[in-house]
């Protein structure tokens, strides 16, 4: 259990600077009008969510894994 609280921090973390990086860096480097960057980073945004509510999960045994694609 404590190794899972470690596990979900970190990813946390990683996930977070990730999408800090995104957000920051590159995406002022396309040139795209101003909705299409909003829109960009809401998809963005509810991607990582999303993921790091199924690893999340995953961790603690909720669901079961994706497997082989």
Do not use: D, E, K, N
């Amino acid at each position: 259990m404590i190794g899972a609280l470690i596990s979900a921090v970190l990813l946390l973390i990683v996930l977070g600077v990730i999408l800090w990086a995104v957000q920051t860096l590159l995406m002022p480097m396309v040139p795209m009008p101003a909705p299409f960057h909003t829109v960009i980073s809401v998809q963005i945004t509810v991607v990582c969510v999303l993921v790091v509510v199924y690893v999340i999960a995953s961790l603690f045994g909720v669901v079961a894994p994706l497997g082989r694609l």
